[in-house]
């Protein structure tokens, strides 16, 4: 275990000089495993989740457009064939809104590396197999000089996929492309996501932006167990409890990773007047696999006006 942790500091490392010094772009890391790295497959894969009979069972092109202010969304970040019918509800969500400017994606940082409160610094774009989507950093400034608690730092991205796998959904609902700012969160305390989460309203204040919270919730419990308490815990979210949330997570030991990034959403939506809330669907690895002995927990949510 020794071993890995020092490599993967190294990667990481490795990561922050080449990109740093010489290739400018943030690589698709998990290309391949999490998601597929051809083109043509990832974009079947991902039709495939939005017809999932754990998906909306709806397309892009089904849905009714409205001018209505962009919610902010919650959604999963495991393997596709997983996780990805529950994120292709906020997808498909999203698409029915006019394409933001910039997407702000939220998630936790599950490799220890970089910064408490990490925000993407020298790369110019993270790559996917659809192509290259590019970073917000007039919008990265603004948010960072707002707080000093908030740092550049490409190292807390360079091994982290809770974000990454976000990106593949936003090529696929907007046919124009799209600016993103990637936050990493190893301090997930309520006190710092709050903050953020005002410090985001601020910085986007006369922004088009839409904020997603990436997490998945329990991890590795049978699935009724799972399933009980995860959707007690997405109550609170949808009823905007940041506090609620954060007391009943630690009363039932809910293993959420991403609370940190669903506060800080939370937060944000509420000051930029998305103060209702919506759970859109909720299933368990155990639903695609059949095997319900230890499963991961899926949540999708928005947040509208």
Known sequence: MIFLSNLSAFQGNLFYLRSKFSFMKRSAQYAGTFYSNKPE??????????????????????????TEPIPFFLAPHAGYMYSGPVAAWSFLELSKYEQPETVIVIGPNHTGLGSEIAIADDVSAWETPLGDVEINHELIDKITDLSHLITKDDRAHSREHSIEVQLPFLQFIYKEPIKFVPISLLNQGMDAAIMLGEIISKACENESVSVIASSDFTHYEHHDVASNQDNKVLEKIVNLDIKGMYDLKYELNVSMCGYGPIATTIEAAKRMNRTKGKILTYATSGDVSGMKDQVVGYGAAMFHT
């Not at 909306?56 to 089904?62: L, N, R, Y």
């Open 41 to 66: 497959e990832l974009i079947r894969s991902i039709k495939e989740c939005f017809q999932s009979p754990f998906g909306p069972q709806k397309s892009i092109d089904q849905v009714e457009k409205t």
